[in-house]
């Protein structure tokens, strides 16, 4: 099906996966899960996926109609605008979303541009039998941008009479008090809202969003892992540094990574796992590299696909991450993990997803504290020897979690 062209209005569903340019594995293994999902709740659904043309193609998604972003955050713009204009006038700033044409004409009348593609993208969303925000951790005070868009998105639906399903979410941390209040009205008219670990329900029940549709599930993408069986042996340990501005680590933290697993495991061959690259902006080969030139005997990194991923951590026993979804696989897998983590963000990222699988599941250590290098490198030796012992039991917490969110799912996606 071509990009762009609409399918058949009576069973099409919107999804909002957590990357456009499918250039995170983590987001497009939770967009699979999402799609799988809804085609077993929905047969014969006609899927529109916003997405940048050609990305999707070669990560498994089956049959989807892609629509570009720039309706949806040309609308956006126009949205924020028409708020601010109307802020003064009690009911006026939701005309934008109860009757947006309506708003878009005005503005257009006041000089402002408002092309085909927002009109395209407010009748796609208003045409829909749902919409579905797929797995992702974009609802955060360092994504606000982002959040509000998704937020002004289920406020469209809503005022439409749309239904809208949330799987999956990482919610947090949320401290702008104009943020979580956009987020809360926009959360609270939902059907379903899934989340990821406890920590995220922590936030949503702060910004005042509660109720039965409001559920911890788990992260989706370790339906992807669960059932695999394990391996006869693993021999290596695996290693992901995210450097980036939402982890707030400096590129030294590789070497450092590197000095460390040279002094606890010399013997032991490194798996460099590679979850993102986003040029000039992300590059987790770039910083394997570093902890590369550390050590004796490495292999990888992977490429940027989710079978790959998955085929890499399959032969570590162990793996040190400062990126959040490898955690999930590797933990899904039976494999203890180290995460690494400065912010505020990476820290409940990482420390929601081991809370899930109890305390044999590792820890996290923060790389800017004065005792890393030793910490680490004794956790390291540590969690090696302690690594076979613990993972039928993060195996089987990794199943409870996936019926859970397969549970949830079939409800929440179901027609009505």
């Not at 995170?24 to 809804?38: E, F, K, P, T």
């Not at 109307?86 to 009757?99: I, N």
């Not at 394990?230 to 695996?238: A, D, K, Q």
């Not at 800017?368 to 020897?385: C, K, N, Q």
Request: hydrophobic content about 45%; overall charge neutral; some cysteine.
């Amino acid at each position: 099906m071509s990009p762009g062209a609409a399918p058949p209005v009576e069973d099409r569903v919107l999804l909002i996966a957590g990357t456009s340019t499918f250039d995170n594995v983590g987001d497009i293994a939770m967009c699979q899960v999402a799609l799988g999902r809804l085609r077993r709740a929905r047969p014969g659904v006609r899927p529109v996926l916003l997405a940048v043309e050609g990305a999707t193609e070669g990560h498994g998604l089956g049959e989807v109609t892609t629509v570009a972003l720039d309706g949806w955050t040309s609308w956006c713009r126009r949205v924020h605008e028409w708020r601010r204009g109307t802020a003064r006038l009690p009911g006026v700033a939701d005309v934008a979303y109860r009757r947006p044409r309506l708003a878009l004409a005005l503005l257009r009348l006041r000089g402002r541009r408002v092309n085909a593609d927002v009109h395209h993208f407010v009748d796609l969303v208003r045409g829909a039998a749902l919409v579905v925000v797929c797995g992702q951790g974009g609802l955060h005070d360092g994504s606000a941008r982002r959040a509000e868009r998704i937020a002004d998105v289920l406020r469209l639906a809503a005022a439409a009479g749309v239904p809208s399903v949330l799987l999956g979410q990482g919610v947090g941390p949320l401290e702008a008090e104009g943020l979580a209040a956009e987020l809360g009205d926009a959360l609270a008219a939902v059907s379903a809202l899934g989340l990821r670990d406890e920590r995220s329900g922590d936030v949503v029940e702060r910004i005042g969003v509660r109720g039965p549709v409001v559920e911890v599930t788990g992260d989706d993408a370790l339906a992807l892992v669960a059932e695999r069986p394990p391996p006869l042996s693993r021999s290596r340990i695996g290693v992901s540094i995210r450097v980036n501005a939402a982890s707030e680590v400096e590129a030294s933290i590789a070497t450092e990574v590197g000095v460390a697993l040279a002094g606890a495991l010399p013997d032991v061959p490194v798996q460099l796992l590679s979850f993102m690259e986003q040029p000039p902006i992300v590059s987790d080969a770039r910083a394997g590299a570093r902890v590369a030139a550390e050590v004796t005997s490495v292999e990888g990194p992977n490429a940027l696909r989710v079978a790959d991923a998955i085929e890499a951590l399959d032969r570590c026993r162990l793996v040190v991450t400062g990126t959040y979804h490898a955690a999930v696989f590797a933990l899904g897998m039976g494999i203890p993990v180290i995460g690494l983590a400065r912010s505020p963000y990476y820290h409940q990222k990482l420390e929601g997803v081991l809370g899930l699988f109890g305390a044999g599941a590792g820890c996290v250590l923060d790389p800017t504290a004065a005792t890393f290098a030793t910490e680490l490198e004794a956790t390291v030796a540590r969690l090696w020897e302690d690594a076979p012992a613990r993972g039928a039991d993060l195996r089987a917490r990794a199943r409870t979690q996936v019926d859970a969110g397969a549970r949830f799912a079939r409800t929440a996606l179901a027609p009505s």
